[in-house]
Every structure is written in structure tokens, then in C-alpha cells.
């Protein structure tokens, strides 16, 4: 499968990055297209922009920044199997949902849109507001698969890794592409600790305060 990567300038850059990762692990291509805004932002969250585009060179195709309107893959003509961004801002959406192509990153999810190819946005907010939440739906009604980069508990996430997984893995889920990367519901069962809170935040539960 050839997919389209978008990274734009929201929370979560690592979401991105290990898509990409898992992604050509499977035996895919991608093809990134980095915002500006994402660069600064992954130095704000740790990752040096060089490195950040470095390393997805490693595992793409190609790398675009987001003003490139002549790439190859900013035309339908050259449409590829899947278009995801991950994270997406609230920004991008907005002007996906408008049509407005200022960017690669929304010229590529619209064609998407118009070939009728799955168009998947990893959406990194919070709180959403009555503005950001029109927006998703009319994404939704659209066709967009919105998957906000939120935790599923019942995979007992002990890292940081395994959170990023578990959205990543849904992003998978949505494309058809099987992966083993979280822990699948499989119905309720017996608690994984005697005291869940002294796990998760390092202390006994409030009942057993005095």
C-alpha cells in the first residue's frame, strides 16, 4: 500500500513518527509531508528538527515540506491508497473541511476526499470547544476517519510507548492493516492489581486514607 503521511503542528509529533515506523516495518510506502509548525513543535517535545526529518527520510519514500504544492503527490493524477494526518491540528482540519489548499498537507487529504480514498486525521486537542467540534463533525460527515489520540485503559498501558501504540494501532484498524500492537478487548476480567492506584499514581487508594 502507498500512503500519504501529513504532520502538522499539533501535539504528538512520536504519533507521526511511529506510523511511519510501523508502517514501513509492514512492508508499505509512505510518502511525509512535515509542516513548519511541526519541526518547532518537535523541539519543543524533545526531538530536534533535524533529526525529526532525518529519520523519516529513513522510512519514506520522500519528504515534502508543506509548502511544496508541486510535488507529485499534491496531484490527483498521481493519487496514492490512503491519506492520513497524524497529529492533526484543529488549523488543518479547518481548511480541509473549507477546501481551502494553502498546503501540501491539505491539498493531499482533499484528494483523497475527491478519489474517495480513506482519509484518516489523528486529531491532538484539548478541551474541544463548540468551534473545534463543528469542525470534526463536518470532517466526519465528509468521510474523514477522525480518531482523537486518546487512551484505551483496558490495554493497561505502562509506557509511553504503549499509549502512542494504542493510537497508532487504531489508525491501522481503520486502513485494514493487521498489527499487533495493543492488546485487543477481549471482555471483562479479574483486576490486573490488588490496589490499581498504588500503581498508577504511587499511593494507596483515598479509602484507605485516614
Not at 532525518?54 to 508541486?70: F, P, T
Not at 490512503?82 to 481551502?100: C, L
Amino acid at each position: 500500500m502507498k500512503l500519504f503521511l501529513g504532520i502538522t503542528g499539533a501535539s504528538g509529533c512520536v504519533i507521526g513518527l511511529r506510523l511511519a515506523e510501523v508502517l514501513k516495518s509492514l512492508g508499505h510506502e509512505i510518502y511525509v509531508s512535515i509542516s513548519d509548525e511541526a519541526l518547532t513543535v518537535a523541539e519543543y517535545e524533545c526531538i530536534s528538527r533535524h533529526w525529526f526529518s532525518e529519520k523519516l527520510k529513513s522510512l519514506s519514500i520522500a519528504v515534502y515540506r508543506e509548502g511544496d504544492i508541486g510535488a507529485d503527490i499534491g496531484s490527483s493524477s498521481n493519487a496514492l491508497d490512503s491519506y492520513v494526518i497524524a497529529p492533526a491540528s484543529i488549523k488543518t482540519m479547518a481548511m480541509v473541511v473549507n477546501g481551502i489548499a494553502e498546503n501540501l498537507i491539505v491539498r493531499a487529504a482533499l484528494i483523497g476526499l475527491r478519489m474517495r480514498k480513506p482519509v484518516v486525521a489523528v486529531v491532538r486537542e484539548a478541551p474541544l470547544g463548540v468551534v473545534e467540534l463543528s469542525i470534526l463533525l463536518k470532517a466526519a460527515r465528509l468521510g474523514i476517519h477522525v480518531i482523537p489520540a486518546v487512551i484505551g485503559f483496558y490495554t493497561y498501558p505502562q509506557t509511553i510507548k504503549d499509549v502512542v501504540d494504542f493510537i497508532v494501532g487504531k489508525v491501522l484498524d481503520v486502513l485494514g492493516i493487521k498489527h499487533d500492537l495493543y492488546r485487543r478487548w477481549k471482555g471483562s476480567r479479574a483486576p490486573l492489581y490488588p490496589d490499581p492506584c498504588e500503581v498508577l499514581y504511587g499511593s494507596a487508594s483515598s479509602s484507605d486514607s485516614p
